[in-house]
């Protein structure tokens, strides 16, 4: 008489080296993607020997800006304030435009589907548009300054914002959100007491690490005259006073830092 | 906690008004190998009884459930609550549904949310919306909440956090979440399949008492016989989406346990629902 369990190890290593065989499709993929990073590479003229023979001039560029002219500080102090100004009304307008659009957009709240494709197309489309591009509309429209720069973060962030929400929304627990309905209580009143407590953490997560990505997108805003400490930082370059350059670097780097701790502090109180 | 009758007792039930009544009632879920979940269920309950439906998994116990609060939309038939139609009309549909409180196997609480939270969220039918848009609530809806609560002996834990709870007490928070709604009746799926026997016992017994104290018509899934013995009146027993048996729990012989338990065997037990 066969031993079952013998058996059945048997038939387990049969059909596990029968799963495991490549097949000829599958050889066809992984030819496509090659195939496609190669013709890729050839469009982006990826060319190794020249990246490596530039490096030189790129470390002289870091070689000039030392030592830094620490007396700079002064003078770039303030756009540096304004631009974290910057992304932080980046950040409340593109939750008040993106947390609106997100919810149309989730389809565990509302289950009408041309809605949510309307609303989806529109997150899409104020994302595709690059800060940069939103601040030279905005520059144009309503002059130089950091406002055009925070309602050119504010308008890309909420598409990016919005759609994070969306997908943060329709990963929550379903039971609860049954439960609420069940209790008779409205689409709405499912959201605030039901959707929202489930993904506070992720949501804050999201704002924090979008302040962070703010505060280095508004240093290039300043490039094409929406405020902050761009300006300057494209001024210094410029007029290759490069030891300036380092200081705004340095402050970059360390406004990037600061906020990075105080993000983390937070979220660990949030749980 | 409200003016409902508490001198409700067992032989008075043989004169209380119907609350639920099903006619006919069939779901048959559509996609990929349509199933027949419940077929041509026909069912009356009054006013403060505690009915349990017995069957194994997939027997239609839950969809029966669903279909009671339109959780599910019943393929055919009729459901009447408290002399209500439960239509698929969205008005009339909450107003049903605020009189029928659910308890959940999973407890379906909002777990990041404080126990109190999670009972008051049971007034948010009864609330206008700019209140729950700034998560507030009025002291009578406050005093209800803690009043259920102190039903299933949970108040003392009102202000942690209900992920902090065990599965027993967080049952209980749900029965007092469902209580809030002040509901005429409560519907029970699987309230003691994730928990221990002590602890499915305890939450048994605090269903039964609320359909007595409190004239509530609580229903209540199971697929446990045993339990249906202990605490059932009245017993509904469902196999294959049929109602094959309808009586006091002492009439549950043998015989007809085999019906409902192995007449899927037979079948071949390839589908589950």
């Not at chain 2, 969809?63 to 609550?81: A, D, F, K």
């Amino acid at each position: 008489m066969a031993d079952p369990v013998q058996a059945a190890e048997k038939d387990f290593f049969a059909s596990l080296a029968a799963r495991k065989k490549w097949r000829f499709h599958h050889i066809v993929y992984m030819a496509a993607g090659i195939g496609f990073l190669l013709w890729s590479a050839d469009g982006v003229n990826l060319r190794l020997a020249e990246l490596a023979s530039g490096i030189p001039k790129i470390a002289s560029y870091f070689v000039r800006m030392a030592p830094p002219k620490w007396s700079f500080a002064e003078t770039i102090w303030m756009p540096a304030i304004e631009t974290v100004y910057i992304s932080v009304w980046g950040n409340v307008l593109a939750t008040l435009i993106g947390l609106p659009l997100g919810l149309l957009a989730a389809s565990n709240i509302i289950k009408f589907a041309p809605v949510r494709f309307v609303a989806k197309s529109i997150l899409n489309l104020m994302r595709s548009i690059s800060e940069l591009i939103w601040a030279i509309f905005f520059v144009a429209a309503v002059g130089l300054g950091p406002f055009p720069g925070a309602v050119a973060l504010g308008m890309n962030y909420a598409g990016i914002l919005g759609r994070l929400y969306a997908e943060a929304m329709e990963n929550v627990d379903p039971g609860p959100v049954e439960a609420l309905q069940a209790t008779g209580a409205g689409r709405i009143q499912v959201v605030l007491f039901a959707i929202f407590p489930q993904v506070l953490p992720q949501f804050v997560t999201y704002m924090l690490y979008w302040f962070e990505v703010g505060v280095r997108s508004a240093t290039v805003l300043g490039m094409v005259g929406a405020g902050g400490i761009g300006f300057e930082l494209v001024t210094t370059i410029k007029l290759f006073e490069f030891r300036e350059t380092g200081v705004i670097l340095l402050v970059i780097l360390g406004m990037v830092t600061i906020i990075d701790y105080a993000s983390t502090l937070i979220r660990s109180r949030i749980y | 906690m409200n003016q409902e009758s508490t001198e409700t007792t067992a032989p008075l039930q043989k004169r209380n008004p119907t609350m639920i009544s099903l006619k006919d009632v069939s779901k048959t879920y559509t996609g990929e190998g349509a199933t027949e979940a419940l077929r041509s269920v026909s069912l009356d309950v009054r006013e403060g009884e505690f009915l349990v439906i017995l069957g194994p998994s997939g027997a239609g116990k839950s969809t029966l459930m669903r279909c009671i609060n339109r959780l599910v939309e019943p393929t055919s038939g009729s459901i009447i609550v408290n002399g209500r139609e439960v239509t698929s009309q969205r008005r009339e549909l909450r107003a049903v549904r605020r009189e029928v409180g659910m308890v959940f196997q999973q407890f379906n609480l909002v777990k990041r949310l404080s126990v109190l939270m999670n009972v008051l969220s049971g007034r948010l039918a009864y609330q206008p919306l700019w209140r729950s848009l700034i998560y507030s609530f009025d002291k009578a809806d406050k005093r209800i909440a803690i009043e259920c609560l102190a039903r299933v002996n949970m108040e003392h834990k009102a202000f942690q956090r209900a992920d902090t709870l065990s599965g027993g007490e967080q049952q209980r928070v749900a029965i007092a979440r469902a209580l809030a709604q002040q509901p005429k009746v409560i519907l029970a799926d699987e309230p003691v399949a994730s928990l221990d026997p002590k602890i499915a016992r305890q939450v048994l017994t605090y269903l039964k008492q609320i359909a007595g104290e409190l004239g509530i018509t609580v229903l209540c899934n199971l697929h446990q016989v045993e339990y249906a013995r202990e605490y059932a009146e009245r017993v509904v027993g469902l196999s294959q989406g049929r109602m094959i048996f309808d009586g006091p729990s002492g009439k549950l012989t043998d015989d007809i346990l085999q019906q409902i338990y192995y007449r899927e065997a037979e079948a071949g037990d390839d589908h589950d629902v």
